[in-house]
């Protein structure tokens, strides 16, 4: 499998912020606060640094969490 980068990962957070903004799609809150904050911080970022997914976190490739992804927890 093609190894991802912050490229790929802002491209496609881009395009859902902006879904967002425009009334596109309406997710929850702490969605759209995820989105916004995750663009932010890729936008920071080389765009060639590889991103990996672990869990509900997202790491560089360092294995620093750039973000965490809204979870709902059930018990």
């Known amino acids: 499998m093609k190894k991802l980068d912050v490229r790929h990962f802002l ?4 395009l ?7 009334g596109i799609t309406n997710p929850s ?5 995820f989105t916004r904050e995750f663009v932010d911080t890729l936008s ?16 560089d490739s360092k294995g620093n969490i750039i973000a965490e992804l ?3 927890k059930t018990d």
């Open 70 to 72: 809204p979870v709902i």
């Open 16 to 22: 859902r912020k902006a879904m967002q903004e425009d």
């Open 11 to 14: 491209g496609i957070y881009r």
């Open 44 to 59: 920071k970022m080389p765009l060639n640094e590889e991103v990996r997914i672990l869990d509900y976190s997202f790491l």
């Open 29 to 33: 809150d702490e969605v759209k606060i």
